[in-house]
């Protein structure tokens, strides 16, 4: 019987991991239970969340310093809680943004060295609006300086970063935000729930434009998107607990196109979409293999798979744009461990040395195709393209500067105020606890009285039936006598 193998130029990609020395070691990631991928990385950068004491903090480390870092290497603190997520401009690779438990956002300038001695660095902006902790940033594949955060207030709120203002809050989810994902030209935001929806926004109208039944499992469930197509990719867990990757038509959300059973681990799954090379990648958390699929035709078709001993707590993919092409590489994933992070380089063999222009299509530019205010008027534009051939080159650092002022913190008061202040408060809530005792105890004589009353009712009521009854007795008995 005849077999045929579909052919395809990435059925031979494979995955290879970095050399410890040519990793990052040495780092203290954040134990935070929040689903996150707990790194991001960018051309030049790579951002991890730490474990860190008073407060939350991360740190950015440049792509060239490997090797292990100093035990006190500059951290990025300004959060009271927690740093949860965190996201690279995409069209300035020298600014990041940070969400944290204490329900900020905040917008960081990255410095292109470190001072000597230097231990901190604090944020330029930061943005208040949310009730609750902030667990995803995402900025926009399209406009300048537009980014959303979602928070546990169920609410996703769109900031323009340099103005320093919200211009729009999403709301109609009914559970805590579990992913987002913007499309090709970012006019809609797809998002997964944990009350088991997933839902596509029309975000400049606040508009729900499709709803469906997304996994049934009560784990974390991811969304991509695939491209510059109207498909989404989701990852979840059906009812049984078992993985799933299933294939979305994002104009139906009634029914997945496709849906696949994957495995019965436990890890959330973390996909990853190269739309130049139509692979879809993914990622468990906890395990350390990394599947991947090609996408054609409204069908997701298995590769191969990575597989490493070592568990993954989370990954970020470098953008396109800073691939070795020279070397075949497709794409470059960031391996987060207990206290290390690996690159692993996928490339498609190939003995030319010429440039590979098949696998290599024009990918996203560091150009912005809209400003802030043309997004946010209803424009809509397709992303920026660059062709790798003349090879890329990062841009020189823009400094940025918003026009909104950073909050100032407030002055600590002298010990004699701060104790005349507690003083104060400390008495006018005893006065409020005795009003209330005071309100309690005649309440409770009203409820006393009334409980009296009612018993006497019911002693009256029991009375007046036997009563009755003894007189209904009464002609019974003459009668009776009288024969």
Not at 196 to 209: A, G, H
Not at 340 to 362: C, G, H, M, N, Y
Request: charged share 25%.
């Amino acid at each position: 019987m005849a077999f045929f193998v579909r052919p395809s130029k990435y059925r031979h990609v494979y995955g290879t991991c970095a050399k410890r020395d040519v990793s990052y070691d040495n780092l203290r990631v954040s134990a935070n239970a929040w689903d996150t991928n707990m790194v991001k990385v960018n051309p030049l950068f790579l951002s991890v969340n730490w474990q860190a004491s008073g407060g939350g903090a991360f740190a950015v480390l440049p792509l060239t310093q490997v090797g292990k870092l100093p035990d006190n290497y500059p951290l990025y603190r300004g959060h009271t809680g927690p740093v949860l997520d965190t996201d690279f401009n995409p069209f300035n690779d020298y600014v990041i943004a940070s969400g944290g438990e204490d329900s900020k956002v905040m917008i960081w300038n990255i410095p292109e060295e470190y001072a000597e001695g230097q231990e901190d660095v604090t944020p330029i902006l930061k943005l208040s609006g949310h009730g609750r902790k902030v667990g995803h940033v995402l900025f926009h594949p399209v406009a300048e300086n537009v980014l959303a955060s979602a928070s546990t207030d169920l609410t996703i709120k769109l900031w323009d970063i340099e103005k320093g203002v919200e211009k729009q809050e999403i709301t109609g989810h009914q559970e805590i935000i579990q992913s987002l994902a913007w499309n090709y030209n970012g006019s809609l935001l797809a998002t997964t729930c944990r009350d088991k929806k997933l839902r596509v926004f029309d975000v400049r109208s606040n508009e729900i434009i499709q709803e469906g039944p997304g996994h049934q499992g009560i784990k974390g469930s991811r969304v991509v998107w695939l491209g510059d197509t109207d498909r989404l990719a989701t990852t979840g867990f059906s009812r049984m607990s078992d993985r799933q990757l299933n294939l979305w038509d994002s104009n139906n959300l009634a029914k997945p196109l496709k849906s696949e059973f994957l495995d019965t681990s436990s890890g959330v799954l973390m996909p990853f979409y190269d739309m130049d090379t139509k692979m879809l990648f993914l990622a468990g958390k906890g395990d350390g293999n990394i599947r991947y699929y090609e996408y054609d035709n409204d069908e997701l078709y298995a590769l191969s798979e990575y597989k490493a001993i070592e568990p993954q707590r989370g990954m970020a993919f470098l953008p396109k744009r800073a691939v070795h092409v020279n070397e075949c590489e497709i794409a470059r994933a960031y391996k987060v461990g207990t206290t290390l992070v690996e690159p692993i380089s996928f490339t498609v063999p190939r003995k030319s040395d010429a440039f590979q222009s098949d696998i290599f299509p024009p990918c996203l530019s560091d150009e912005p195709a809209l400003t802030a205010d043309e997004w946010f008027e209803g424009k809509n534009a397709n992303p920026k393209l660059i062709d790798l051939e003349a090879g890329f080159t990062a841009k020189t650092k823009k400094e940025f500067t918003p026009s909104a002022p950073v909050e100032e913190a407030k002055p600590t008061p002298s010990p004699e105020n701060a104790l005349k202040d507690v003083t104060k408060e400390n008495e006018e809530l005893k006065s409020q606890v005795t009003e209330k005792d005071t309100k309690i105890r005649v309440l409770q004589i009203e409820l006393d009285k009334l409980r009296t009353e009612l018993a006497e009712l019911a002693l009256a009521k029991k009375n007046e039936e036997m009563k009755a009854e003894k007189l209904e007795e009464l002609p019974h008995s003459g009668n009776a006598l009288v024969e």
